[in-house]
């Protein structure tokens, strides 16, 4: 069992960007009716518009982070038979 406890725990500045789609939460910021696009109004437009955003930024996320290791510079504590599942 490691000693330190936020060995699992990562963090990127890419993170952030997951802000983005949240953005689409704060209702009184889309709640209008103009401008309308093909006759549909602002408020459903925007909101469709937010799903690819949404979609567009978690996908650079996880492509940005997923190669990450989750310590760095530290050597592997885990041995090959502590990863064994068998019984102990």
């Known amino acids: 069992m490691p ?14 960007l ?6 689409m939460l704060i209702t009184p910021w889309f709640n209008f009716d103009q ?15 937010f799903v ?4 567009l930024c978690v996908a650079v996320v996880y ?4 190669d990450a ?3 760095t510079g530290k050597p592997d504590k885990l041995g090959v038979d ?3 599942e068998g019984a102990k």
Not at 63 to 66: G, L, V, W
Request: net charge positive; charged share 15%; aromatic share 18%.
């Open 52 to 55: 690819p955003l949404g979609v």
């Open 3 to 16: 000693s330190d406890p936020k060995t699992g725990l990562r963090w990127s500045n890419w993170n952030l």
């Open 63 to 66: 492509i940005k982070t997923k």
């Open 82 to 84: 502590d990863l064994d």
């Open 35 to 49: 401008p309308r696009l093909f006759g549909m109004p602002f408020f459903y437009w925007y909101q469709f518009a």
């Open 69 to 71: 290791p989750a310590v």
């Open 18 to 23: 997951l802000i983005v789609p949240l953005l």
